[in-house]
């Protein structure tokens, strides 16, 4: 494998959403997660869990539920014969909820903070290993079926699902599109740019 910097795993990381089937070992996944466990998280609570699912019916589920928010809230038509196929993103050789023990952080800020950095290392250490992954939110509004199906207690988020896989069809690293830094920045005073 060859390995990359730092800075150019973060240039060129992006959410990628095709995979070929080209397998994720086991060892790949640990150091991922050795990855996201290096993250902060307040008072270094590390109120964090990875649930790993490689189970083509549990993904084929994930994914119909999926499916199911993206007709919701996207705004793309359901097929007229009410039969939907599970969204392709969910076919992913390897799935990881990033989930966060709710009853660990007081306020909901908090909470996400303490989660979506670990995601990120993840999202990174994937870059730099060849691996894409994109964050995906969209299952939550299926999380009670998700935790049902995975033994998930209730008193955990699943707040992120990231599917992780080596970059299949069209998708590629690199070239993600983003408002430029010096508009965003400012010195001294808001809004003073340079
Ligand atoms: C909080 C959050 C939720 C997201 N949820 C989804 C999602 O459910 N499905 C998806 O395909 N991408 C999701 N994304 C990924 C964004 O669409 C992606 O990061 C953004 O479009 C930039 O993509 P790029 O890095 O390829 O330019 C989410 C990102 C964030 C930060």
């Not at 397998?23 to 964090?48: C, D, F, G, H, M």
């Not at 009853?103 to 908090?110: E, K, N, S, Y």
């Amino acid at each position: 494998m060859t390995s990359i910097s730092a800075i150019d795993a973060i240039r060129s990381q992006r959410a990628i959403r095709e995979f070929s089937d080209e397998p994720v070992s086991e060892e790949a996944v640990t150091q991922l997660i050795q990855a996201a466990i290096r993250a902060p998280s307040a008072s270094n609570k590390q109120p964090w869990h990875f649930l790993v699912v490689r189970d083509a019916e549990a993904k084929r589920k994930i994914g119909l539920w999926y499916m199911d928010s993206v007709y919701s809230y996207s705004g793309q038509e359901r097929p007229s014969d009410g039969i939907t196929e599970p969204h392709p993103i969910m076919s992913a050789p390897v799935l990881i909820f990033a989930c966060i023990d709710a009853v660990d952080v007081a306020d909901r800020l908090t909470l996400g903070a303490s989660i979506f950095p670990a995601a990120q290392n993840l999202m990174l250490a994937a870059r730099s290993m060849g691996l894409g992954t994109t964050l995906t939110t969209l299952h939550r509004p299926h999380q009670d079926e998700i935790r049902a199906l995975l033994g998930i207690p209730e008193s955990v988020e699943t707040a992120a699902l990231i599917p992780v896989g080596y970059p299949g069809g069209d998708q590629h690293f690199g070239g993600s599109r983003r408002r430029p830094a010096k508009e965003l920045t400012y010195y001294e005073r808001w809004g003073a740019t340079k």
